[in-house]
């Protein structure tokens, strides 16, 4: 008789692994017992050499779907158990050193036992099993233990109990099992707070079908709901969300559904359909008017709760079965995240109310109690990447090439996330959202101390912006000399270029090419279009754009036409404002002459809107990254140009486009200026890089920044670099924008060390 004690590390708790330990253990004739503890999943394994050689080989190559084994610790010394049979014993109190799995969509099973007639759970809007159901948004803490949940007010009843305990069920020890009998209800409530009597998926679907608009409860948090096809109810939604062009995601009931509506690709269909079902961005076929105006592309989503699916049942007749889901569906649904000016997501009941936006509310008392908006992604050639990070994919650790003392870092100020390491995983939390607003602030330290909380760490180092006002970089600061750690400022596109390197693990010096909106410089400037050598000890800036003015300050970020008129002041063709702009300029001017509220910016994102501005495709925006979004739209239609050649200098570093940008000043057709600026913009970048290879010898370049997700800039410059022989590192498990700052700043302070925090 052989005896071994396994440890298993990684993704191993609440994915149904015991279950699969148990049957593959009975399967091999081994006794021994299985158990939750704080560093993952320990087993205890005695029988037959040639079965135990089996079992673990099957251990690794059959673990269940949601698992993720990073590492087995093994103890062969052993001393049998003098025990018959196998069992699963109760959770060890070692200290917490595991992971929590993500949310995921209802799986196939689930499907079909929630339309069969004979299923004890047919419409049940709370079915899910060991392979699916919603997970970090509802735990509180590690272990994962229903205790732990917000299903540990519900008591399971016998039946659920019975199938709870059972190791050969599909429900072995899933902490959120329930039924009708036993687990949370729905209710429909009208905008008074009164609940509606009767069935409330029908109630909802009668109220959409009115044009109302419902805040649906969902599993990171809550949905503002309408028909996609009612323009009056979108008009509705956009003045009560103060979001009046903005782009809304929409849910359809499966991919049938969508092809009317916009192309998909075999990659895209798949990203749409998995289990992590993210807000996939498609490139639109026929319009749904109101929903995603002026915009190539439109942002689609599959049902993912149980809850959503039965809407989609409702609205087809309640057939039974599954097989309705393979045939087009008529019912498209607005689903944009429930929050008002740009605050976090409401996940209670009463924020829900409390916002004062929707006309219904279609409820259930399971608390949500970690905030997740949906991941917001795009198929890039066949690689998927992130525009926003959030439900599905959080708390996914990010693996880095070396252990470090745990590091907490606040990240950026637009699209926020914090990150904490622990030993050689960096854990980036969902998107937080713009630091403008108190709500988001709350948010961020909401989710710094709960991130603290469930990975068991205490941070040695802590890591924020280099800008001094930043809540993020107030709240390290405070965080740091409260606790007696260092704190260091990290530069804002030196975080940039050092998170792509931190997925990618690179460790020896890397051109990183940071293409960005603006951040705060080592020397007090505003950054944003840069050239710069990253390596273990720090970055040097190596080059720039040329500066502009931005008039203004922040207005200038939101009006392309400030852009546009500083550069025509930079060309001193200041008489082609009054007859473009309705404005003869005169103030603006004064400012920039003056330097009043008119700093330089070498950013990336201001060239675009300069450009933008000059062609008149956008003067003022109504969101953030619009101008540049229609230069995409307008070159991807135009077609591939050749660049100009004459269209841009390079003079010790520093990258102008003056030329360029007066050759666009004087463009009548929109189209080809759009497809010249991105074909010049890429033969220079390229120029640009290839000239610091050739002084340095460095053949590894990062593309980081917000401008990366711009993909015609991307994939024409990957391509380029590449055929010339750089191999080029882009961002993907993380956005290029400031969504993966955190990481960032982890890397950087991780591969500094102590003494270079202050
Ligand atoms: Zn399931
Ligand atoms: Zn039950
Ligand atoms: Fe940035």
């Known amino acids: 008789m052989n005896a071994r004690r396994l440890r298993v590390h990684g993704q191993v708790q609440g994915v149904g692994f015991r279950p699969f330990v148990w049957r593959l253990a009975s399967e091999h004739s081994l006794a021994g017992w299985v158990r939750n503890d704080g560093s993952g999943v320990e087993i205890s394994v005695s029988g037959e050499e040639s079965a135990m050689d089996s079992f673990f080989e099957r251990l690794t190559l059959e673990s269940p779907a949601l698992s993720r084994i990073d590492r087995i610790e093994s103890d062969e010394d052993f001393p049998a158990p003098e025990m018959q049979g196998f069992s699963v014993l109760p959770s060890g109190n070692s200290p917490i050193a595991t992971h929590i799995p ?24 709370f079915i899910n099993c060991t392979h699916c159901g919603p997970r970090y948004t509802l735990t509180d803490r590690l272990p994962y233990d229903r205790k732990h949940t917000s299903m540990a007010k519900f008591a399971m009843c016998e039946q659920c109990a019975a199938e709870y305990e059972d190791p050969s069920d599909r429900r072995f020890h899933a902490q ?160 944009t995240s429930a929050n008002s000016g740009g605050e976090p997501i409401a996940i209670s009941n009463e924020e829900a109310m409390a916002m004062g936006i929707a006309e219904g509310f279609l409820l259930h008392d399971r608390d949500i109690l970690v905030r997740a908006d949906d991941s917001v992604m795009r198929v890039s050639g066949k690689s998927p990447g992130f525009l926003r990070r959030g439900r599905g994919y959080v708390p996914v650790p990010v693996k880095l090439p070396a252990s470090a003392p745990a590091i907490l870092a606040l990240g ?53 912006d280099l800008h001094p006002d930043f809540h993020g970089t107030r709240f390290a600061r405070e965080f740091a000399s409260s606790r007696g750690i260092p704190h ?98 005169k103030a603006l001017f004064g400012m920039i002459d003056k330097g009043l509220n008119s700093p330089q910016t070498s950013s990336a994102g201001r060239l675009f809107d300069a450009a933008a501005g000059l062609l008149g495709v956008c003067e003022k925006m109504g969101y953030e990254g619009q101008a540049a979004m229609r230069l995409q739209m307008l070159a991807t239609l135009h077609g591939e140009i050749p660049a ?42 390229s120029e640009w890089v290839l000239a610091e290879r050739k002084k340095t010898g460095i053949h590894d370049v990062v593309f980081s ?54």
Not at 247 to 276: D, G, H, Q, T
Not at 665 to 685: P, V, W
Request: charged share 20%; hydrophobic share 40%.
């Open 412 to 464: 950026g100020f637009y699209k926020n996330t914090v990150c904490i390491t622990r030993g050689d995983e960096a854990f980036v939390s969902q998107h937080v959202g713009d630091l403008d607003n108190a709500s988001c602030c709350a948010m961020l330290e909401e989710t710094v101390f709960r991130m603290i909380d469930f990975l068991g760490v205490t941070p040695e180092f802590v890591a924020s």
């Open 705 to 758: 920044g917000g401008c990366f997700l711009n993909t015609v800039l991307s994939s024409g410059l990957r391509r380029r670099l590449m055929d010339s022989g750089m191999k080029v590192f882009e961002a993907s498990k993380l956005p290029p924008n400031d969504g993966g700052i955190s990481l960032g700043q982890c890397y950087v302070v991780m591969q500094k060390g102590v003494g270079s925090c202050v």
């Open 102 to 125: 993500p949310d995921v969509s209802v799986c196939e099973e689930c499907l079909h036992e929630l339309f069969d007639h004979h299923s004890r759970r047919y419409l049940h809007p």
């Open 176 to 335: 959120p099992t329930c039924c009708p009998e036993c687990g949370p209800k729905l209710s429909f409530l009208d905008d008074e707070g009164r609940e509606v009597q009767g069935d409330a998926v029908r109630i909802a679907l009668e109220w959409i079908g009115q044009g109302k608009i419902l805040a649906v409860k969902g599993v990171g948090g809550f949905h503002l709901v309408c028909d996609a096809k009612n323009l009056e109810a979108i008009s509705r939604l956009r003045a009560a969300k103060s979001r009046e062009e903005k782009p809304f995601a929409v849910m359809f009931a499966n991919c049938a559904s969508i092809s009317k509506y916009a192309e998909m690709s075999a990659s895209e269909k798949s990203l749409l359909e998995s289990r992590e079902r993210p807000v996939v961005l498609l490139r639109k076929k026929n319009e749904l008017p109101g929903v995603a105006d002026d915009v190539a592309e439109i942002g689609a989503m599959l049902p993912y709760a149980p809850l959503h699916y039965l809407l989609f049942h409702e609205a087809a007749g309640r057939p039974s079965g599954t097989s309705w889901l393979d045939s087009p569906q008529e019912l498209v649904l607005v689903a």
């Open 488 to 585: 260091l400022g990290v530069q804002h596109h030196h975080a940039h270029v050092a998170a792509v390197m931190a997925e990618h693990g690179l460790t020896s010096p890397a051109i990183g090419l940071a293409l960005d909106g603006t951040g705060l410089g080592n020397d007090g400037g505003l950054w944003g279009g840069e050239l710069l050598l990253v390596g273990p000890e720090g970055f040097s800036r190596a080059g720039h754009f040329r500066e502009l003015s931005l008039p203004g300050g922040d207005r200038a970020s939101r009006e392309p036409w400030r852009m546009a008129a500083s550069a025509l002041h930079a060309l001193g063709r200041e008489d082609l404002v009054s007859e473009r702009y309705g404005t003869s300029g």
């Open 644 to 685: 100009l050649e004459s269209g841009f200098s390079i003079e010790n570093g520093v990258l102008d486009f003056l030329p360029l940008l007066f050759v666009l000043a004087m463009e009548k057709d929109a189209m080809r200026g759009a497809a010249l600026f991105h074909s010049t913009l890429i033969a220079a970048l």
